[in-house]
């Protein structure tokens, strides 16, 4: 079960995501958007030590997940290691809170690699202009037998990231239980309610 701490943590990086949809919607076109999360969320990585993935050496194979919270799940596999890291940095992103390794199977991947082919993902637009409804952002790329691509979803439940970053967080073993959820959703809009928080289309 998570701590209260993180979910209140996920809490607050629905909050940030919101605000910071609303500082960069407008008139700018979808490649300016994304970049500006791109390098968001490379910053992020950067901070809690979690290296880039666009270039890999010969024969190794990634997928990172990066969430507003601060979190980082980071998938790494050659013909003879499979691990899947799981980094927690604090509310500002700027410290690691907790990190674990774990090893994976064949399997596991293969089934990754089988959902991701399923979901068009290396033909997904990077950035979709959609309504911010609940904070919740999901930064995730993937670098497989040499090929890079990264897309950017907010609300990912709603959209083809769902089963994908699902799938990663299971891996983890970070996944939250319903309960978890539930509660993590009730806390959220309450907040919303109390500070009647904005939401705009973009």
């Known amino acids: 079960m998570k701590t209260r701490k993180t979910i209140l943590l996920l809490i607050l990086g629905m909050i940030s995501v919101m605000l910071f949809a609303q500082q960069i919607s407008g008139r700018r076109s979808p490649k ?3 970049k500006t999360i791109s390098d968001r969320y490379s910053k992020i990585c950067n901070t809690l030590n979690s ?3 666009e270039n890999l050496p010969e024969g190794e194979n990634a997928v990172r997940l990066v969430s507003f919270s ?3 799940i980071k ?3 050659t ?3 499979r691990t899947i890291e799981y980094t927690e940095g604090d509310e500002d992103g700027t410290k690691i809170i907790r990190k674990k390794t774990l090893d994976v199977s064949k399997e596991e991947i293969k089934e990754l690699l089988e959902l991701m082919e399923e979901k068009d993902f290396y033909n997904q637009p990077e950035y979709l202009n959609i309504s911010v409804r609940d904070g919740t952002e999901w930064f995730v790329e993937a670098n497989i037998d040499g090929k890079y691509k990264a ?3 907010a609300c990912p439940e709603l959209t083809f990231l769902n089963d994908i970053g ?3 967080f299971k891996m983890a073993g970070e996944w939250p239980s319903d309960e978890e959820l539930e509660t993590l959703h009730k806390e959220f809009e309450e907040y ?3 500070k009647k928080l904005p939401i705009k289309k973009r």
């Open 75 to 77: 998938l790494v596999w």
């Open 51 to 53: 290296k880039p993935i």
């Open 151 to 153: 897309v950017v979803r």
């Open 192 to 194: 919303k309610k109390s």
């Open 166 to 168: 699902e799938k990663l």
């Open 79 to 81: 013909k003879n290691s």
């Open 32 to 34: 300016e958007i994304f």
């Open 70 to 72: 601060n979190s980082i």
